[in-house]
């Protein structure tokens, strides 16, 4: 249904903000209720960019771009022409993610009830966060 179509563009667009290179279609389930199908909540999800040792590839392309370094607008583009939005309405999808994520991450992460106050990863994957969003906003804002 356009619903969950609309909400695995957003669970795309939330693993490569965060720098999940990981994510593959194998981390996209689908659950069964009835005659309706939904998709199940994310799982295996995390910030595979701020390890060094890591890959920078990432499993599943944008467009034809395998590293967010080399993600630009055509590619984003290109990769939402698969789900039938338009690219103002795909675009402002993204930008709406890119410019919410990085209070929501900080917010996370200095709330008591996280319990990820004080942790050096945190403050990496944050500034990850971050930075891939400013990034993001750049490119599809010219």
């Known amino acids: 249904?356009?619903?969950?179509?609309?909400?695995?563009?957003?669970?795309?667009?939330?693993?490569?903000l965060i720098g999940n290179h990981d994510a593959h279609a194998k981390n996209f389930s689908l659950l069964y209720a009835g005659k309706s199908v939904i998709l199940a909540p994310l799982y295996d999800v995390l910030s595979t960019a701020v390890y060094p040792t890591l890959t920078p590839k990432m499993a599943m392309?944008?467009?034809?771009?395998?590293?967010?370094?080399?993600?630009q607008a055509r590619h984003w583009d290109r990769f939402l022409e698969t789900v039938g939005l338009s690219r103002a309405q795909a675009r402002k999808?993204?930008?709406n993610l890119a410019k919410s994520l990085p209070m929501t991450a900080r917010h996370l992460q200095f709330?008591?009830?996280?319990?990820?106050?004080?942790?050096?990863?945190?403050?990496?994957?944050?500034?990850?966060?971050?930075q891939r969003c400013a990034l993001t906003v750049r490119r599809l804002s010219n």
């Open 93 to 95: 999808r993204i930008l």
């Open 1 to 16: 249904s356009a619903p969950q179509i609309l909400r695995m563009l957003d669970f795309v667009i939330f693993n490569t």
């Open 61 to 71: 392309k944008i467009g034809s771009a395998y590293k967010f370094s080399e993600v």
């Open 111 to 130: 709330d008591p009830k996280s319990g990820f106050i004080g942790h050096d990863i945190i403050e990496k994957i944050v500034t990850v966060i971050e």
